[in-house]
């Protein structure tokens, strides 16, 4: 079992930075690939950023690509998403998940983490 908290949301202005925590509980955090969806108000969830469990490949959705950047850090069992330029229609609740599969979590997560607001003003 492994728990995820995500921290680290908040308001900010069009252009500004924010960056995404996910802390995970349990010793097994190196055996999952993690990633970062997003889900806006009346929308799906939506993939937004990969990483696979030795933090040496990344996948993006393209509607963030240049702008965010996800990595891990193995020795406090976190991933972060870092967020630049941020744009309003980044607003969303932002969910940490970890998978087995670095190449199936689009549609395969093992665990979600409860999620943490974001909202971009202009």
């Known amino acids: 079992q492994v728990q995820l908290v995500e921290s680290g949301g908040g308001l900010v202005r069009a252009g500004d930075s924010l960056r995404l925590s996910c802390a995970a509980s349990?010793?097994?955090?190196?055996?999952?690939?993690m990633g970062w969806f997003r889900q806006a108000p009346g929308k799906e969830r939506e993939f937004v950023a990969r990483?696979?469990?030795?933090?040496?490949?990344?996948n993006y959705a393209d509607s963030v690509k240049g702008r965010f950047t996800i990595s891990r850090d193995p020795a406090k069992n976190t991933v972060y998403l870092q967020m630049n330029m941020l744009k309003p229609e980044d607003t969303a609740v932002y969910y940490c998940?970890?998978?087995?599969?670095?190449?199936?979590?689009?549609?395969?997560?093992?665990?979600w983490g409860q999620g943490t607001q974001v909202t971009v003003s202009s």
């Open positions: 349990g010793r097994t955090f190196s055996t999952y690939a």
């Open positions: 990483i696979n469990q030795v933090g040496t490949i990344t």
């Open positions: 998940a970890a998978s087995t599969s670095y190449f199936e979590i689009r549609s395969y997560v093992n665990f």
